[in-house]
T-cell receptor, first 109, second 112 residues
Framework: GIQVEQSPPDLILQEGANSTLRCNFSDSVNNLQWFHQNPWGQLINLFYIPSGTKQNGRLSATTVATERYSLLYISSSQTTDSGVYFCAVEGQGAQKLVFGQGTRLTINP | SQTIHQWPATLVQPVGSPLSLECTVEGTSNPNLYWYRQAAGRGLQLLFYSVGIGQISSEVPQNLSASRPQDRQFILSSKKLLLSDSGFYLC???????????FGPGTRLTVL
């Protein structure tokens, strides 16, 4: 099945810094999503982005489907950005998302 | 708009006891439904998914089972819980394959 790798596994930054999270996948995808899991466990949808670029406030994402990777950018980090960021992809005909292992982001004040 | 509910929010059960977790979705019809478990605080493991009433696909062999008695209801069950069943259980839905998927608030299960 399709493989998903996220990097880095852990990232510690000071408030105000910028960060880039990467998601590599092993096959063509029809769906790619980015989620943020907050400290209470809730999974929050950030982007539905099987291809192209999207922006939402301080967050933006780019998926280059032909090169099989996606990037999540966080600018001017805040402590509330802390948590685990997951990338999930769906291969053609799969009917289900495959999740990466996540990037744990810690933003210190 | 669509809403997904899970209950209970937290649960503490003794080893060997039965389990029933419920997930319901409002505001849509014939959704795809999913059960995940997060045991290690990071990765999400897909347990079961359903694309219609009575259609259940199992991803991981274990002592858990799933049922979909109604269009927007998805139930996760066990006859006898193991210590290893402890974890955070998340239900998710989407309208169809390739569409955006949304998660419920989760149930935190502790088996003692």
């Amino acid at each position: 099945g399709i493989q998903v790798e996220q990097s880095p596994p852990d990232l510690i930054l000071q408030e105000g810094a910028n960060s880039t999270l990467r998601c590599n996948f092993s096959d063509s995808v029809n769906n790619l999503q980015w989620f943020h899991q907050n400290p209470w466990g809730q999974l929050i949808n950030l982007f539905y982005i099987p291809s192209g670029t999207k922006q939402n406030g301080r967050l933006s994402a780019t998926t280059v489907a032909t090169e099989r990777y996606s990037l999540l950018y966080i600018s001017s980090s805040q402590t509330t950005d802390s948590g685990v960021y997951f990338c999930a992809v769906e291969g053609q005909g799969a009917q289900k998302l495959v999740f990466g292992q996540g990037t744990r982001l810690t933003i210190n004040p | 708009s669509q809403t997904i509910h899970q209950w209970p929010a937290t649960l503490v059960q003794p080893v060997g006891s039965p389990l029933s977790l419920e997930c319901t979705v409002e505001g849509t019809s014939n959704p795809n439904l999913y059960w995940y478990r997060q045991a290690a605080g990071r990765g999400l493991q897909l347990l079961f998914y359903s694309v219609g009433i009575g259609q259940i696909s199992s991803e991981v062999p274990q002592n858990l089972s799933a049922s979909r008695p109604q269009d927007r209801q998805f139930i996760l069950s066990s006859k006898k819980l193991l210590l290893s069943d402890s974890g955070f259980y998340l239900c998710a839905w989407r309208e169809d394959s390739y569409n955006e998927q949304f998660f419920g608030p989760g149930t935190r299960l502790t088996v003692l």
